[in-house]
């Protein structure tokens, strides 16, 4: 057994109480929390101490949703003509990128995007992948990188049609197998899907048996741009979600992601389902989308999480678009900010939880050692009701002092252990640039 204690934080708890405890200690064995509050170091006798400063420690961040192959297409201009829509979007860019990739690429593009999130104090990281050149095995080269950076994640392969019927199902099939026999609960696995417009009839059913035989959650884009809603009723005559609901792939382990074009009758379904929607504003302006209606889904009592859809692995950005997103919306000053803060500290921590056995997204006793110190020191008094001004305004612009996941120190003093970041910054390079020279 291994022990650390981190002493002299300004520790935010996140528990029951919302606990800020000024000078506080947290106290770990091997990768669960044992204790935390004011500690005597002496009396514990850890095997290593860590003196955060007066910095701010809270739990380790999650993202809800992410896509760790889009990360070679920055700074990217796909050849031919400029897409216009969402649907160009897809055909024009990512289409083309993802079929691009290969093994090598599927594994240092989450490798690098995974060493992004620990920098950012992100743990847990929610996947959805797609490399139709390399679909066979390509879960395994992310949950390499998964491995490697020492971060937590739930992987899912994106089934579509839109190459040959069903692609990417045995893929899913086999990573939930594996992970399940593993019997590690550091990745754990999903089954993911593309869309309700890429999908036929015959390919939704079989994932639908699939997902029944294991009890396996969903990971699906739902009505993300109004192509998805128009396609489904041309094709099948019925709204997005009931395809999947009629199926029984709704539910209390399924993400549906975006809504951004959902009908309130279908955020009724999310709920009385107890479905969970991930919710990307960044990734919804960039594509020049509708704003989510997050604030309805809330009130529909869907449970809302925040992802970053590949836009980046910086999570609190997006609780700080989100809010920002909303009040431009309504034409209201005063909405939304407390809640985009409770979607990003407590929606995406019940979300992770009911994915992994381990629960995180607190420090209390008998949680995962899941922790980040950031390189903030509060110059305001920092308080259960002021934390969400510190989070948005201050610790979302300052980098990880310390980034601590399953109990092992992954980043500190600002630097990434055990792996040459440098070096892998200059290999991407070069890989993003063949990968581009590739893409026709």
Known sequence: MTSLLITNAQVVTLDDENRVIDGGSVYVEDERIVD????????????????????????????????????????????????????????????????????????????????????????????????????????????????????NGCLCYEVSDRNKPGEGVEENERFIRKCRESGSDQVTAMFGMHASMTLSDETLDRCAAICSELDAGVHVHAAEDAIDVETTRERHGKRVLDRFHERGMTGHKSIFVHGTHLEPGEMQLLAATDSMLVSNPESNMNNGLPVSPVLDFLDHGVLVGVGTDG????????????????????????????????????????????????????????????????????FTPLRPETLFGHLLFGVGFSRAHTTIARGNVIVENGDVLKLHENDIRAHCVERAAALWSRIR
């Open 311 to 378: 836009m980046s692995s910086h999570v609190i950005s997006q609780a700080r678009a989100m809010y920002m997103h909303q009040r431009t919306l309504h034409r209201n000053p005063t909405l939304a900010f407390g809640e985009s803060c409770d979607i990003l500290l407590r929606n995406n921590r019940r979300i992770a939880n009911r994915l992994f056995s381990e629960p995180r997204g607190s420090i209390v006793k008998g949680q995962l050692a899941d922790l980040v110190i950031y390189n903030y020191v509060p």
């Open 36 to 151: 935390v509050g004011n500690l005597d170091a002496e009396a514990l006798a850890p095997d290593r101490t860590i003196d955060a400063g007066g910095r701010l420690l809270m739990p380790g961040l999650i993202i809800a949703h992410h896509h760790l192959y889009s990360t070679f297409a920055r700074g990217f201009t796909p050849p031919g003509p400029a897409a216009t829509n969402f649907d160009e979007n897809l055909r024009f860019l990512w289409w083309k990128l993802d079929a691009a990739l290969d093994s090598d690429d599927v594994y240092y593009s989450a490798l690098l995007a995974l060493l992004d999130a620990a920098l950012a104090g992100c743990t847990t990281v929610i996947d959805h992948h797609a490399s139709p050149s390399c679909c066979e095995g390509s879960l395994d080269w992310v949950e390499r990188a998964f491995t490697e950076v020492g971060l």
